[in-house]
Nanobody, 124 residues
Framework: QVQLVPSGGGLAQAGGSLRLSCAAS????????IAWFRQAPGKEREFVAA????????YYADSVKGRFTISRDNAKNLGNLQMNSLNADDTAVYYC?????????????????WGQGTQVTVSS
């Protein structure tokens, strides 16, 4: 399985931007769909965005559509999540995940590799 190490995150003001990255190692990165999930305090982990193996197809949760952009660089084994127009509801621990399976990209159980979470806090 591929190992994932996230970076980025931190504190932003409402309306601001942050960029998350996820560095992969130990596997052929281009064979994995990449996704971001998030978990706010007291809530279940929820889907944020996903991108297909070749980057040609992207998926977004309705709550982030038009504000967040997921991308990947297979040559660098890197996945990214650009977050713009942040609001307090975006405050959560964000997780990158990788899937070698052709399952629903929005389903948490379809991912077999997970990175450690990275905190994103948006102040109003």
């Amino acid at each position: 399985q591929v190992q994932l190490v996230p970076s980025g995150g931190g504190l932003a003001q409402a309306g601001g931007s942050l960029r998350l990255s996820c560095a992969a190692s130990g596997g052929t990165f281009s064979r994995y769909r990449i996704a971001w999930f998030r978990q706010a305090p007291g809530k279940e982990r929820e889907f944020v965005a996903a991108i297909s193996r070749n980057g040609g197809t992207t998926y977004y949760a309705d709550s982030v559509k038009g504000r967040f952009t997921i991308s990947r660089d297979n040559a660098k084994n890197l996945g990214n999540l650009q977050m713009n127009s942040l609001n307090a509801d975006d405050t959560a621990v964000y997780y990158c995940a990788a899937s070698s399976q052709a399952l629903n990209p929005r389903i948490l159980s379809g991912y077999d590799s997970w990175g450690q979470g990275t905190q994103v806090t948006v102040s109003s």
